[in-house]
């Protein structure tokens, strides 16, 4: 089993959400090299990328997961376990909407789809910390625009 979650299960999507990916990968492309090394890391990014080391995954698979999805974000759950994680595209929660009609199978089915790093599958989210579904789920809910009127609503302004 590979150590990355590069597959989509949901076949018919496949192609669209390659072109999409690779459209965001070209956006992001446009970033001049020099500033990305320019910038300054803090000690957490720098602990971050440490702790993904010391788990396996290297700079190249990183470069690897971002040509495929995007977008990537990074959850620390504690000292020792990082999750990398990717946003669902609204195509493709239209979808598991269709598919899945309970959800708690939602939060599973959008872990094992979203979360790049560690896989994630339902047999290994069993092992997982009871709260831990709950939390993955939200995170990427929330990294792929769900939030709450509330914290909308904070957002907007009068021009």
């Known amino acids: 089993m590979s150590k990355l979650n590069l597959d989509n299960s949901v ?9 999409k990916r690779k459209a965001q990968a ?15 890391e803090d000690a957490t990014d720098t602990a971050i990328k440490a702790i993904l080391l010391s788990q396996g995954l290297t700079p190249e ?5 971002k040509e495929k999805f995007g977008r990537l974000f990074v959850y620390p759950w504690n000292d020792d376990k990082i999750y990398v994680y990717r946003p669902l595209i609204r195509k493709e929660y239209n979808l598991l909407r269709t598919l899945v009609n309970d959800s708690e199978e939602m939060k599973t089915k959008v872990i094992e ?12 989210l069993e092992s997982e910390l009871a709260g831990i579904q709950e939390v993955l789920s939200e995170i990427i809910f929330r990294s792929s625009g769900f939030i ?4 909308a609503m904070a ?5």
Do not use: H, Q, Y
């Open 11 to 19: 076949d018919d999507l496949e192609k669209e959400l390659e072109e």
């Open 26 to 40: 070209a956006a992001i492309g446009e970033v001049e090299p020099e500033e990305e090394v320019d910038r300054n």
């Open 61 to 65: 698979d990183i470069a690897t997961i």
């Open 113 to 124: 789809r979203c979360v790049v790093f560690p896989v994630m599958t339902r047999e290994s």
């Open 148 to 151: 709450n009127p509330e914290e």
């Open 155 to 159: 957002w907007i302004r009068e021009i």
